[in-house]
């Protein structure tokens, strides 16, 4: 049975960093992608980051280049997102997703499995 479990979440004060991770089991063969989306209360659903696991290559929302980084742990089965300088905007709860097949890993309606997210809030 694939599960994936994120953890991380909580509350931090603007500026300061986050680590989320999302440990996937239960699925023996590579993934096509794997991908953390967000959403704020309010507004939809957004992809924040994902990356290709065949090659590494990694996608990041415009929103949060340059504060933010994926950690692909193969070894521990565990994807990180390294949230660096939050601000306000940054408030969520984070939702990892898992993609078998090749194709983008931006949508979420191409996901095939999801965890249960985390929920990221930030104080002044």
């Known amino acids: 049975q694939v599960q994936l479990a994120e953890s991380g979440g909580g509350s931090v004060q603007a500026g300061g960093s986050l680590r989320l991770s999302c440990v996937v089991s239960?699925?023996?063969?590579?993934?096509?992608?794997l991908t953390w989306f967000r959403q704020a209360p309010g507004k939809e659903r957004e992809r924040v980051a994902c990356?290709?696991?065949?090659?590494?290559?990694?996608v990041y929302a415009d929103s949060v280049k340059g504060r933010i980084t994926l950690i692909d742990d193969r070894a521990k089965n565990t994807l990180y997102l390294q949230m660096n300088s939050i601000s306000h905007e940054d408030t969520a709860t984070y939702s990892c997703?898992?993609?078998?097949?090749?194709?983008?890993?931006?949508?979420?309606?191409?996901?095939?499995?999801w965890g249960e997210g985390t929920l990221v809030t930030i104080s002044s």
């Open positions: 990356i290709y696991t065949i090659d590494g290559d990694t």
């Open positions: 997703a898992a993609r078998r097949g090749a194709g983008t890993c931006s949508r979420a309606d191409g996901m095939d499995y």
């Open positions: 239960g699925y023996t063969n590579h993934w096509g992608s």
